[in-house]
C-alpha cells in the first residue's frame, strides 16, 4: 500500500493471484474446522446499478464506536460497501471509512481515494456481495483477525482477511479499527447452473 499508482494500493499487502476451487474450500473448510468462520451466512443488499462513489465528507466517527468488538466492526463495514452507490445511503462510503484506522488511512489516503481503490481488482467484488459470511475473530491482546468470504454477481468467490487493532491514541483510544484487508483466495467466475425440467409423467 505504499505505491503512488492506483492499480497497486491495495487495502494493504495484497497477495495476487486466483486460485483453484479446491484451495478457496481448504481456506473455507479449515477455517470451519478451526472455528474461525461464523456458522451462518449473511445476506447484503445488491449495489445498485450506474453512479459513482460520492466524494461523501466523513461525517463523525460515531459510527466507530468504542463500544464495537472486531467482528461488529467488520460487519459494519461490509454492510457500508454493500450499500454503496444508493441513493438512500450517500454516506455509506464514509461510514465504512470510518472504521479505518489512522495506520490504515496513512496508506490508503483519502475517502476519494478509498472510493477510487475499491473499483479495483480484488476490492471491487465488496460493492457486488451476494452472499458474505464473516468469521469468529481470532483475538490476542489487541490484535484481532478474521476472514470474510464474499461470492459476488458472477458467482466468483473470494475470501479477505481483516485484520484490526484496538487504538491506544486519541481521539480513537479504546476502538476496534481495521488496520488490513488482504486477499486469501480467490475462485474464477461461475456460470450459474442451467436449468432442468422433467417431463409429466
Known sequence: MTSSTASQRPLNHLRHGAVSWAAVSGVIVGGLVAGVLLERFVGLPRRDAGGSVAAAALPAEVSASAA???EQVVRAQMACLAKVGDPAHPQALAECYAHASPANRSVIGTLEQFGELLHEAPYDVLL?????????PVVRGDSATLLVSVLDDTRKLTVFRFQLARQHDDPFAGRWMTNAVTLEAQTAPTAAPEPTFTAAR
Open 68 to 70: 464495537l468488538t472486531p
Open 128 to 136: 457486488r456481495q451476494q452472499l458474505t459470511m464473516v468469521g469468529t
